[in-house]
Nanobody, 125 residues
Framework: QVQLVESGGGSVQAGGSLRLSCVVS????????MGWFRQAPGKEREGVAC????????LVADSVKGRFTISRDNAKNTVYLQMDSLKPEYTAMFYC??????????????????WGQGTQVTVSS
């Protein structure tokens, strides 16, 4: 099994920054990729960024490109999401997820079997 715990969420004013962290434990050696996803009230969960654990390959959604950066520290089993120039419309629950495969788009939430509990990000105007 794989367990994920997110942290770093909170309330921030528009234009501010937050860095989310996701610590992974359990059978981490089989994880091939990890992603960050967000879900606003009444909306579907969408991918914002993902990264492959065995390479530097990463992907950031067009909607947040230039504002969000994903990075990983394999030694700490941690994935980060740096979020800058935040907008009120970014308010959502942010989730971290892990996949032991590599089929399909890494930014599609349907590909991930392991999920954290989420961390709330609230951006005020």
């Amino acid at each position: 099994q794989v367990q994920l715990v997110e942290s770093g969420g909170g309330s921030v004013q528009a234009g501010g920054s937050l860095r989310l962290s996701c610590v992974v434990s359990g059978y981490t050696g089989y994880i091939r990729r990890m992603g960050w996803f967000r879900q606003a009230p009444g909306k579907e969960r969408e991918g914002v960024a993902c990264v492959y654990t065995g390479s530097r390959t990463s992907l950031v959604a067009d909607s947040v490109k230039g504002r969000f950066t994903i990075s990983r520290d394999n030694a700490k089993n941690t994935v980060y999401l740096q979020m800058d120039s935040l907008k009120p419309e970014y308010t959502a629950m942010f989730y971290c997820a892990a996949d032991q495969g590599s089929i399909g788009s890494c930014i599609s939430p349907d590909r991930y079997p392991f999920w954290g509990q989420g961390t709330q990000v609230t951006v005020s105007s």
